[in-house]
């Protein structure tokens, strides 16, 4: 499969190049050149096909030949070592719990694809680093999925007061070939100085850059495979239902593209809900048409605080750009602090199910529009809801306990490098050579 620039349908690449370039040089993002559809055999069998075999059916077309079948088997059986259960919380609502895994949210997935990847391709005498902008859960999956791997080193870059406690726990004090960088400033500026960081000649000339975030098709692409699992799992309880509508919680977008890639290759989805916080720049322009990004502003569902979301312009290519297509499709829904909130309490008193914020709002959007889509739904349980254990508190007004995964975390010291949001000193800091923990 070749991959072409959303800015440019000529300049196209190899999976494996697209892969260690993470973004091309005009600044678009890598989009497959042709879209492979899925027959009717494969439907039918998904049911009872597990998440590796999924993966690898969904996956052969887009990294084919650079993977072999052999290899990606492996990968595939490596990746998917935990489940992502659908979990009925209400009738015909369903959650699809992502929080599984060993960092507790959905980018485990999309991490630890990549890391294999990017590790298979990566030459020994060209170390990787991989920048990484994260407002909270990509970091901690990053840091973890390339935890120890020869020839890489990770930087995460996060808003210094934008993620939660134990979110900065899981990417600060890992150490080896991990370090983080806090920012004075907002998730889309610690993307805007990653991806400054890769059109600057001089930077690149000096390190062999990639990114980790859902720009790249390495972490953006293996994110389709649970929707085949949820449509699998949910197809096995209602063998009869035809219609279904998901709902996703939408910071940086790759998730809901990732989503409306997989039902474009066959996927039988009625409906997606675009559903955010505060930071409505989708749900905006699907009633407005008008595409606003604007700065982000602090949220519960912290997340999601993104102002410019970055795979937008593969929704866009998607539906070729045409806002009616898209809105057939994809339906928007935002919520505040307050109904998310008031969500939480309402579900765990209801139907004692513990929703995280971001999955609040997957499930109220549901609530609100599923009696005018007339399907069954499913949201998107993103993260677990202990890794936003101080607000959970707050408004449950009980403890949450933590999983194992993130109780090991508890009395770490962090190892932080903070810094003004500057590209200048960013890049002074990144053209350091790397000593473990730090840059
Ligand atoms: N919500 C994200 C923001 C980055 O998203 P990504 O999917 O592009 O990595 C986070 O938790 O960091």
């Not at 000096?206 to 790249?216: D, M, R, T, Y």
């Not at 990732?258 to 905006?284: D, E, K, S």
């Not at 000193?425 to 990144?430: M, R």
Request: a negative charge; glycine letters at 8%.
């Amino acid at each position: 499969m070749n991959y072409y620039s959303t800015n440019d349908y000529a300049a196209q690449m190899s999976f494996k190049e697209a892969v260690i370039k993470g973004l091309p040089k005009d600044k678009g993002l890598f989009f497959p050149h042709e879209i492979p559809t899925l027959g009717e055999d494969f439907f039918e069998s998904l049911p009872s096909l597990s998440l590796p075999e999924i993966a690898f059916e969904v996956l052969q077309p887009y990294v084919t030949p650079d993977i072999t079948p052999e290899d990606l088997r492996k990968i595939c059986g490596e990746v998917f070592t935990f489940q992502i259960p659908l979990v009925e919380v209400e009738k015909d609502v369903y959650a699809l719990e992502l929080f599984h895994g060993p960092t507790c949210a959905f980018k485990d997935v999309g991490a630890r694809f990549m890391s294999r990847c990017l590790q298979a391709f990566a030459e020994p005498d060209r170390p990787v680093t991989v920048l990484v902008a994260t407002s909270g859960d990509t970091g901690s999956a990053v840091a973890n999925g390339f935890l120890g791997l020869e020839n890489i080193d990770v930087v995460v870059v996060y808003p210094q007061f934008g993620v939660s406690e134990i979110q900065e726990m899981q990417f600060t004090t890992l150490g080896q070939n991990t370090s983080a960088v806090g920012i004075e400033g907002t998730f889309d500026d610690c993307q805007t100085l990653v991806k400054q960081a890769f059109s600057d000649e001089d930077l690149n000339q000096k390190k062999n850059l990639s990114s980790a975030n859902s720009i790249n098709v390495a972490r953006w692409l293996p994110q389709m495979v649970y929707f085949f699992h949820a449509w699998g799992q949910w197809k096995k309880l209602n063998p009869d239902a035809a219609e279904i509508t998901i709902s996703v919680p939408s910071g940086n977008f790759g998730n809901l593209a990732a989503g409306l890639l997989a039902r474009q290759m066959g996927l039988p989805i009625t409906y997606f809900v675009a559903a955010t916080n505060r930071n409505r720049i989708v749900p905006n322009y699907l009633e407005t048409g008008e595409y606003a990004p604007a700065p982000s502003v602090a949220t519960i569902a912290n997340a999601m605080d993104v102002g410019n979301p970055n795979n937008f312009p593969r929704i866009q290519e998607l539906f070729r750009h045409e806002l009616e297509a898209m809105q057939q499709v994809v339906k928007g829904f935002w919520a505040d602090d307050e109904e998310i909130k008031g969500t939480i309490k309402l579900v765990h008193q209801e139907n004692g199910y513990l929703l995280d914020p971001h999955g609040a709002i997957g499930y109220l959007s549901l609530r609100q529009l599923l009696p005018e889509l007339k399907t069954p739904g499913i949201f998107l349980e993103t993260a677990h809801p202990a890794k936003f254990k101080e607000s959970m508190e707050k408004v449950l007004g009980q403890e949450i306990e933590l999983p194992e995964q993130l109780k090991v975390f508890q009395g770490r010291q962090k190892q932080v490098t903070d810094m003004p949001n500057d590209f200048a000193g960013f890049k002074l800091l990144l053209m350091q050579e790397h000593k473990e923990g730090t840059l």
